[in-house]
């Protein structure tokens, strides 16, 4: 049996979350550009969330805006699909099945461009939700005519000037327009790409100025983990227990984001899908939680891949299985980032019950997430991510930051590189790891002399935009832990760093 409207009474209640008949005649309110699992399992999940406690109602009119495959896999299951939420949170595995059922149409920008157009029309619709990828939001050439315009600024351009003509340019015919594409301040490029494209096509002053004034054009910040598709045996597994057959079935970790930067009463007003779950944020500023993300997430993958890697991890949750590990990191947040990401505008508890979430989403054992995967571009992200931390950490407690130490001393060790051919690979625990970073070449150079690698790697401003052998004692931690990695190995350095912490 495959999911679809007419089966939703043959599914039982029992194990999976259905939408209400009511739910499945909502007036269509957002447009949504693209049909990825990121979309699906945040955005459209909390407005089909939002639909259920009866507080936005309504659904979202899904433009595919890529040539590959079709919509029919959509339209056999009459747009319906299956969230598994899988993972920990609050320390407690959690597993739930929902049918969302917030998408009303899917329709391909290809092959039915005029139909999009005339989603412009409906007075209902207020919302302009996006994920093109990194790409989508790029100068182009567009012409507001093509049919559809190849950019999605075009696309979007193309949208709102259809809107404009349609309701004569009232300002009550603005969209909200909340792009969630992973870029600094997406939506500001967006609109200045947007802005320029109505001068191109000499659309007037008049809309200009509707563009400028009548819609709000929403800086955003989403996170969560969405794999997509599960795994063939698990899928099969679900099947079974629900009952039924979904090829739009995917899975996404219990953690969910989503922070929109506006002081707009109308914005609130409009999306108040925000009030339907404790994930989604409308405030004046998102920064706060850009730098939660930056610091405590991405940062604390960073400084521990390699020594995760070193000491003999494949995934994150392998390593996080391990007590002494897990607490490690665990200790690393508390101690030396918490503290230091504390600010005028995040508080203590805001970092650390953040923290907390990050070894809740590190320790999932649904995801299969490789620390090899996190040393792409290494040494930038240990520059972005981490060396900051270390000048505020000095300034708040001017002593050398232990823990972090470990993982730069842990970063120099992993890129004791070799060559091959005219690549550089990473030789740890006898098995050997691609080197994908810009400086790997510049370790090899400094690795050729050993008794120097620390002094030579610490003091390069090339690797960090500093030179970290002025910060008081830094420089010996590292090299004391350079040694004990290489002769004791990560393991027992770890050990013995923290029982002498203890003691």
């Not at 157009?117 to 100068?139: C, D, R, Y």
């Not at 191109?200 to 100025?209: R, S």
């Not at 709000?216 to 989403?222: D, P, Y």
Request: charged fraction near 25%; charge should be negative.
């Amino acid at each position: 049996m495959i999911l679809n409207k007419e089966n939703l009474k043959n599914i039982s209640g029992d194990k999976v979350l259905k939408p209400t008949a009511e739910m499945l005649e909502l007036p269509e309110k957002v447009i949504q550009f693209g049909t990825g699992v990121l979309l699906r399992g945040l955005p459209d999940y909390f407005i089909d969330k939002a639909n259920h406690q009866g507080i936005f109602n309504g659904r979202i009119v899904v433009v595919k805006t890529t040539s590959k495959a079709g919509v029919d896999d959509f339209a056999d299951q009459d747009n319906l699909y299956t969230l598994c939420v899988k993972g920990i949170e609050d320390g407690i595995e959690v597993e739930e099945n929902l049918i969302n059922s917030s998408i009303s149409r899917v329709l391909s920008a290809t092959s039915e461009w005029a139909e999009i157009l005339k989603t412009a029309h409906q007075p209902e619709m207020k919302v302009v939700i996006s994920n093109t990828t990194e790409v989508g939001i790029v100068k182009s050439e567009d012409k507001v005519t093509d049919s559809p315009p190849q950019s999605y600024p075009g696309k979007l351009l193309a949208f709102l000037y259809e809107r404009y003509q349609a309701f004569g340019g009232s300002d009550d015919s603005g969209m909200v327009i909340v792009p969630t594409e992973l870029i600094s301040d997406n939506a500001d490029k967006l609109k200045e790409i947007v802005l320029d494209l109505a001068i191109q096509n000499k659309l007037g002053w008049d809309f200009e100025n509707w563009l400028r004034t009548a819609n709000h054009f929403c800086k955003t910040l989403v996170d969560r983990i969405v794999p997509g598709r599960l795994p063939t045996a698990a899928q099969q597994a679900i099947e079974t227990e629900l009952g039924y057959s979904d090829g739009l079935m995917i899975m996404a970790e219990p953690f969910r984001l989503w922070a929109i930067e506006s002081a707009s009463e109308k914005v609130k007003e409009v999306l108040s899908f925000v009030n339907a779950d404790k994930g989604v944020f409308i405030v004046p500023s998102i920064d706060k939680f850009k730098e939660l993300k930056l610091r405590l997430l991405n940062g604390t993958h960073t400084i521990n891949c390699g020594l995760a890697i070193l000491a003999g991890f494949h995934t994150v949750k392998e390593a996080m299985a391990d007590q002494e590990f897990s607490n490690h990191v665990l200790k690393l947040m508390q101690e030396e980032i918490a503290p230091v990401v504390e600010n005028e505008d995040i508080t203590k508890e805001e970092a650390i019950t953040f923290a907390k979430s990050v070894i809740d989403r590190f320790s999932n054992p649904f995801l299969e997430h490789q620390w090899h995967a996190i040393t792409l571009n290494y040494t930038q992200k240990l520059q972005m991510r981490n060396m900051p931390l270390i000048r505020k950490y000095y300034a708040l407690k001017n002593e050398v930051p232990q823990l972090t130490a470990l993982g730069v001393a842990a970063y120099i060790v992993f890129m004791n590189v070799t060559k091959d051919g005219e690549n550089y690979v990473s030789t740890v625990n006898g098995k050997t790891f691609p080197a994908q970073d810009e400086f790997a070449e510049v370790l090899y150079q400094y690795w050729q002399t050993p008794e120097t690698v620390v002094d030579s790697t610490l003091g390069d401003r090339r690797l960090w935009d500093k030179n970290l052998n002025n910060y008081p004692g830094f420089n010996a931690a590292v090299k004391g832990y350079v040694e004990q990695l290489q002769s004791k190995g990560a393991k027992e350095t770890l050990s013995n760093l923290h029982s002498e912490r203890t003691i």
